[in-house]
């Protein structure tokens, strides 16, 4: 069974370009968790979706981002416009649709520069 | 906000025991508490969870208070590889509440 799945593991961006940022959760998993980590700082929560629907986007920036995860197809996580703020690490984690007492797994990240 | 805290860092020499503590006084009835770690740059790797009961599996063992205030994750036999940093976190353990991560504790394994 494959982990979650993140791509590309690097991106480079001009500012003003636009970034998107794919997960693949686990097979089985239907509920993705996005997370921002900046160089030396800790994990921030961003957004958490199920398929077709968003169910807490408390932590992502009112601006240039948003998140989908489609009926079929990975989780994206799009950022308009980027400025170098942006740089950062953005980690997806996926989670099953069934059941309590579960966990949620983490892919390996996508690391944003912003040139 | 985290609901735990844990100290800032910690060191422990190869081959003994680690242990991280955690408290987490203002846990509810139906929060679980979960350990994860993140080894330099590497997104979050999950360890261990519990509600009330102690817990071991392959990686660590985890002890719960009879209170459920505080917690400590134990790792039997430290590596060089175990240097990361290492979140305690409490939520609810189904599929609609969020992982808030802390600040964690940076692990230091001393050869």
């Known amino acids: 069974n494959a982990g979650v799945m993140q791509n590309p593991r690097h991106l480079v961006r001009r500012r003003g370009q636009e970034a998107r940022l794919r997960c693949s959760p686990m097979?089985?998993?239907?509920?993705v968790y996005w997370y921002r980590q900046l160089p030396e700082e800790g994990l921030k929560f961003m957004v958490y979706?199920?398929?077709?629907?968003?169910?807490?986007e408390s932590g992502m920036p009112k601006e240039r981002f948003s998140a989908e995860f489609p009926k079929e197809g990975p989780s994206i996580l799009r950022i308009q416009q980027v400025v170098r703020g942006d740089s950062a690490a953005y980690f997806c984690?996926?989670?099953?649709?069934?059941?309590?007492?579960?966990?949620?797994?983490f892919g390996q990240g996508t690391r944003l520069t912003v040139v | 906000d985290a609901k735990t805290t844990q100290p800032t860092s910690m060191d422990c020499a190869e081959g003994r025991a680690a242990n991280l503590p955690c408290n987490h006084s203002?846990?509810?009835?139906?929060?679980?508490v979960y350990w994860y770690r993140q080894i330099h740059s590497q997104g979050p790797q999950y360890i261990i969870h519990?509600?009330?009961n102690n817990e071991t599996n392959e990686m660590a063992s985890l002890i719960i208070t009879e209170d459920r205030k505080s917690s400590t994750l134990i790792l039997p036999h430290a590596t060089l590889r175990d240097t990361a940093v290492y979140y305690c976190?409490?939520?609810?353990?189904?599929?609609?509440?969020?992982?808030?991560f802390g600040k964690g504790t940076r692990l230091h394994i001393l050869p």
């Open positions: 097979k089985g998993h239907s509920h």
């Open positions: 519990g509600l009330k």
């Open positions: 203002t846990i509810s009835g139906n929060e679980y």
């Open positions: 976190i409490v939520r609810v353990a189904t599929r609609d509440d969020k992982i808030i």
């Open positions: 979706l199920q398929k077709e629907n968003i169910i807490d």
């Open positions: 984690a996926s989670s099953p649709i069934t059941g309590t007492n579960t966990e949620a797994f």
